[in-house]
């Protein structure tokens, strides 16, 4: 499962907050999770991460780049900004950012070509939606750009800026200042680079320090975990809730805690669990099921005690379940028959 970097979301909520736009709301309509925000180095999945920039694309809120300096970057992304701006040339530096861009999202990537009039980046994203793909190729830009003034602090390298959304005249007015090139809507997402002083040599470059800053970043990107996924974050909370002997007989009253919890609606939930291809009432009896059979080996309880740890409304009824699932007793179970 491709994943995101929680630091974009934190950032826009961020953003949001400070406009008094509510994040709450935003994390309830988007389906994101305060604990998928809080995780220190956590990631969010790629379809996550979608929903959050069209939502934000829904309300046509003004373009936000921060300053085009590397304490920005260094501040969010430390690895990757270590690892880009020591490189013997900016061309180098390019090089590196194509190959570790990964710790900020795998849900897009960047393609460079040689032209006759220079290098032409062009950005492509996975989301099918077009606005998502035109606002985060222009933060990708902003972050290409911000190398290139690390490394040619006097020249402008932007030639041309092209993109694929329409843009208010605000953004384009931002962009202008910020790229110090024509933008122009275009078929794709793209900025094309003087070839000037590409490869020419870094004053500050420290070879000595090279390797170490990029094993960092390669055990970084080795060390990416698989994002868990929302039916597997469901299960979570659900096992959590039977292990605390508080489950629940009733599908609505299961429903409604989570969503509570989520801060989420009815709809949302079971929209994202079928979206994975999971349902809600065997995912629920499933997680019962492994508890039912983890107090029986594990422990010495009553069959009454497990009934009503696991939320059942009798052991009668706890037996019947247990029975249809297993085929066999839960006192059959426990002795091993």
């Known amino acids: 499962m491709k994943s995101v970097s929680n630091r974009i979301a934190q950032l826009v909520l961020s953003q949001l907050d400070h406009a008094d736009r509510q994040p709450r709301l935003v994390l309830r309509q988007t389906g994101i999770h305060q604990y998928e925000l809080e995780a220190p180095g956590g990631r969010l999945s790629a379809q996550s991460h979608f929903r959050l920039l069209s939502w934000l694309a829904d309300r046509q809120l003004p373009l ?29 530096a390019l090089g590196q950012l194509a190959r570790f861009r990964g710790l900020i999202g795998q849900s897009d990537h960047i393609s460079v070509q040689e032209q006759p009039d220079g290098l032409l980046f062009e950005y492509h994203s ?11 190729s222009l933060h990708n830009f902003h972050l290409l750009q911000t190398l290139v003034r690390h490394y040619v602090p006097d020249l402008s390298q932007a030639l041309r800026l092209t993109h694929q959304g329409l843009l208010s005249r605000v953004d384009l007015r931002l962009l202008r200042q910020r790229f110090d090139c024509p933008v122009l809507p275009g078929a794709s997402n793209s900025l094309l680079l003087s070839p000037a002083e590409l490869d020419t040599p870094y004053a500050g470059f420290n070879p000595a320090l090279r390797p170490y800053q990029e094993q960092q970043a390669q055990q970084m990107l080795d060390g990416l975990g698989k994002v868990m996924g929302f039916g597997e974050r469901i299960g979570h909370l659900i096992r959590e809730r039977l292990r605390a002997g508080e489950g629940e007989p009733a ?26 291809g999971v349902g809600f009432m065997p995912l629920y009896n499933r997680l019962r ?19 009503q740890q696991l ?10 379940f247990f029975r249809e699932q297993m085929h066999c007793s839960p006192s059959g179970y426990r002795r091993g028959d």
């Open 64 to 92: 936000f780049l921060p300053k085009p300096d590397l304490g920005y970057l260094f501040e969010h992304y430390g690895a990757l900004a270590a690892v880009c701006s020591n490189a013997p040339s900016l061309r180098a």
């Open 126 to 136: 996975d989301c099918p939606d077009p606005r998502v793909g035109t606002t985060s």
């Open 251 to 276: 599908q609505e009253a299961v429903q409604g805690w989570l969503c509570d919890s989520l801060n989420i609606s009815r709809w949302t939930l079971l929209r994202r669990l079928q979206e994975e």
């Open 289 to 307: 099921l492994e508890e039912a059979c983890r107090w029986l080996r594990r422990s010495d309880h009553s069959m009454l005690e497990i009934s």
């Open 311 to 320: 939320g059942f409304t009798s052991q009668s009824s706890f037996s019947r």
